[in-house]
């Protein structure tokens, strides 16, 4: 979690050394996701002080490509 401004923003970091099985920004999938939202929402009923926007952004890193999906899903 980090926060961008008054936005809290929970990142996934997915890395892969080559693509021979999709890039990895694929990894991060529907299933993923609702992982994700599922820990978010906990996250946020634990720590009540940090209610505003949310955000949430993929990092990925395949061999040595470096991608930043902001507001990936």
Not at 24 to 40: F, N
């Amino acid at each position: 979690m980090v926060v961008d401004g008054d936005t809290v923003v929970f990142v996934e970091v997915k890395a892969r050394s080559n693509d021979r099985f999709g890039t990895a920004s694929a990894a991060v999938g529907e299933q993923k996701q609702q992982i994700l939202r599922r820990l978010a929402a906990r996250w946020l009923d634990e720590h009540p002080t940090r209610r505003g926007d949310l955000r949430f952004d993929v990092v990925a890193i395949t061999g040595t490509r470096l991608e930043w999906i902001p507001h990936a899903f």
